[in-house]
């Protein structure tokens, strides 16, 4: 694929910017915006995103994929996060994927992805994918999960181009999964990483606490789970919260 590379000193949010050229049809190939700084930098939901000035790598994927069904966009998830996961094992030994797409080290958040798609009918027409890696940074504001870095890690300044570069390979590398047909590979991969398998944890949802182990993601992303009492239950993004402080 190969990516062409905009970087912008200050924007409000590479994806919003992004965005912007997907509709001005200033985007047609692969691109990738990478800043600085953001400030109006967004996460998941109705969250921000953080980041000191040039400490960290903050990045929006244009992607084009080609033949992808609407209801299949969770492999994008699945893809991404694999290749971000890759990056962050060269510096780290066992990072997680918490679903559906945050990166963790020992229980902490290094990586969150965003991810933006535009449909004509039940198509996905080009997709932006927003990444904020967190590379150099070691002190951080009182988030609800903790937050860590590589270099908080490796215990050593890194370079973001380099890093970037790296993400640019190994994002390719999996997305070669996409157009290879061969994505039922990664998913298992996926799981194979993901946090919180096969293990009893706390869980909130429907103002309902409970132990669940998470057994797998359903054909449209959703989490699936077997509390204690051996209910199956799937849950949507938003529909469920993982419950850090809680100890069994
Ligand atoms: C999350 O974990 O909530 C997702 C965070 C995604 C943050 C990145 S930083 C680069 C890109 N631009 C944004 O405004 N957000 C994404």
Known sequence: MGFNVIC???TDSTNLQASALLSQSAIREPTVLVAAYQTGGRGQGQNSWISDRKENLLCSFVVFP???????????????SLAVHDLVKAYSPEPAIKWPNDILVNDAKIAG????????????VSSVIGIGLNVNQTQ??????PATSLSAISKNRLDTGKVLKKLCQTLQNRFNFLTGKQYHAAEKSYLAVLYGIGILKWYRSEDKTFK???????EYGRLMLVTESGETLVKGFKEIEYLWDYHL
């Open 8 to 10: 912008l000193e200050e």
């Open 66 to 80: 080609e033949d992808m069904k609407a209801q299949d966009q969770f492999r994008l998830s699945v893809l991404t």
């Open 113 to 124: 992805i965003l991810i933006e798609n535009r449909l004509l009918q039940d198509r996905i």
């Open 140 to 145: 951080f504001p009182d988030f609800k999960v």
């Open 212 to 218: 669940a182990r998470i057994s797998g993601i359903d």
